[in-house]
T-cell receptor
Framework: GNSVTQMEGPVTLSEEAFLTINCTYTATGYPSLFWYVQYPGEGLQLLLKATKADDKGSNKGFEATYRKETTSFHLEKGSVQVSDSAVYFCALFYGNKLVFGAGTILRVKS | NAGVTQTPKFRVLKTGQSMTLLCAQD?????MYWYRQDPGMGLRLIHY???????AKGEVPDGYNVSRLKKQNFLLGLESAAPSQTSVYFC?????????????FGEGSWLTVV
């Protein structure tokens, strides 16, 4: 079946550090891939997406590239801020359903 | 713009009680979903609907029932609540299309079963 695996957290970084959150997927076809962010006490917000191989999604300084050969969609940001502290979810969409990873908690210290 | 609205936002139930969560969307979307979110497990699909009058099971359907009598509403019912159903519940909707890139989420409903 379709599944998403993302790195366990929490990830703790200092402000302005480089961020990578790994995400790999297993899918029977060619899914669309997403990163969602959830700030404390809030719902999910779409952060970025990619719908086919080699697409790069980007938003608010975050980037992720759809790598079909490694079945990966790693999230990166060059310089994190305290306001980026949240839970990040990698997800794939296939067959009318959105499948989520377990989520990675990011904590950024000033 | 209301988008996807969930009610209630917070609820405490006693074991064995029943309740219904309501999800309403004003975007005329065909597809609607109910997820539950638990620590360390991400969001898991409970049930979903591909159109008015249709429902289908997701990954964790046991203990829940759903109905989609009107296109804009998707109800999630707990007939006999159990502590294992303590969770945050999210509803989502989207229009038809292959890429799933227009999925809208509600703000969540926090349910505690004691």
């Amino acid at each position: 079946g379709n599944s998403v695996t993302q790195m366990e957290g929490p990830v703790t970084l200092s402000e302005e550090a480089f961020l990578t959150i790994n995400c790999t997927y297993t899918a029977t076809g060619y899914p669309s891939l997403f990163w969602y962010v959830q700030y404390p006490g809030e719902g999910l917000q779409l952060l970025l997406k990619a719908t086919k191989a080699d697409d790069k999604g980007s938003n608010k300084g975050f980037e992720a590239t759809y790598r079909k050969e490694t079945t990966s969609f790693h999230l990166e940001k060059g310089s994190v801020q305290v306001s980026d502290s949240a839970v990040y979810f990698c997800a794939l969409f296939y067959g009318n359903k959105l499948v989520f990873g377990a989520g990675t908690i990011l904590r950024v210290k000033s | 713009n209301a988008g996807v609205t969930q009610t209630p936002k917070f609820r405490v139930l006693k074991t064995g009680q029943s309740m219904t969560l309501l999800c309403a969307q004003d975007m005329n979307h065909e597809y609607m979903y109910w997820y539950r979110q638990d620590p360390g497990m991400g969001l898991r699909l409970i049930h979903y609907s591909v159109g008015e009058g249709t429902t289908a099971k997701g990954e964790v359907p046991d203990g829940y029932n759903v109905s989609r009598l009107k296109k804009q509403n998707f109800l999630l019912g707990l007939e006999s609540a159990a502590p294992s159903q303590t969770s945050v519940y999210f509803c989502a909707s989207r229009p038809p299309g292959r890429n799933g890139n227009t999925i809208y989420f509600g703000e969540g409903s926090w349910l505690t079963v004691v």
